[in-house]
């Protein structure tokens, strides 16, 4: 057998472990739908063993606008309502810059038999942390992780008592391909991670690096039976 040959042998033997014949093209989800599960776990936390006053109407307080306090309320609501609770959503200046009338973002009056559930956002977000890479040279996709971390109280209005606070935290991470970064941004409006550097330099030389001993042990093996 020729050097050359055997040198063939050598990268495409290196090679064949890593090829994927006939793999499914699956879509990854967008930002928001990976971020809205993460707000699912929050919430879950959050409202776990939480005990609420039978009889009274919880109103849900959000100061702050924006898609990831958004995911969470709505995932609250949903989990409050199922458990029986009345819910009310409070009117706040920030839905006031959303467009909401100045009569509706009066105080709760101080007699309100009603208790009020504060939440607040303190991080949340989605983010490409690092580039994935292929054999022998380039990018393949990029892992993603979604996290968000919040903040809870129930106060009762009629006494300003404080009944209890938490605070729970959730992250996912996944993979998504270069080829489905365009998708994977549909629909999400602000949440728009950057893509990481892909480096470079020794990463990619590595794999090289591999090939050429390799290769170089084949050739000097045959050619010492020759």
Not at 16 to 28: D, E, I, K, T, Y
Not at 146 to 152: D, Q, T
Not at 206 to 223: A, M, N, Q, R
Request: hydrophobic share 45%; net charge positive.
């Amino acid at each position: 057998m020729s050097a050359r040959r055997a040198a063939l042998l050598a990268a495409a033997l290196l090679a064949l472990p890593l090829s994927r014949a006939g793999a499914v093209n699956v879509l990854p989800k967008t930002h928001g739908a990976v971020l809205d599960s993460v707000a699912g776990m929050v919430a879950t936390d959050l409202l776990q063993g939480a005990v609420l006053p039978p009889g009274r109407a919880v109103r849900i307080a959000t100061p702050v606008p924006g898609d990831t306090l958004g995911f969470l309320e709505q995932r609250v609501v949903e989990q409050l309502r199922r458990g029986g609770a009345e819910v009310r959503l409070m009117p706040s200046r920030a839905r006031a810059d959303l467009g909401m009338g100045e009569e509706e973002i009066a105080a709760p009056r101080g007699d309100s038999t009603d208790v009020q559930l504060n939440l607040v956002v303190r991080s949340a977000g989605v983010s490409y942390v690092r580039a994935l890479r292929k054999f022998p040279v380039g990018i393949r996709g990029y892992q993603r992780l979604a996290s968000m971390r919040v903040g809870a109280s129930l106060v009762d209005l009629s006494t300003r008592q404080v009944l209890w606070a938490k605070s729970a935290s959730a992250s996912s991470m996944d993979e998504v391909r270069r080829g489905d970064l365009s998708y994977a941004q549909s629909g999400s409006g602000a949440l728009n991670p950057g893509i990481p550097r892909s480096g470079g330099g020794p990463r990619l030389l590595e794999p090289l690096i591999v090939i050429g001993v390799v290769t170089g042990l084949v050739v000097l093996f045959y050619s010492n039976r020759n």
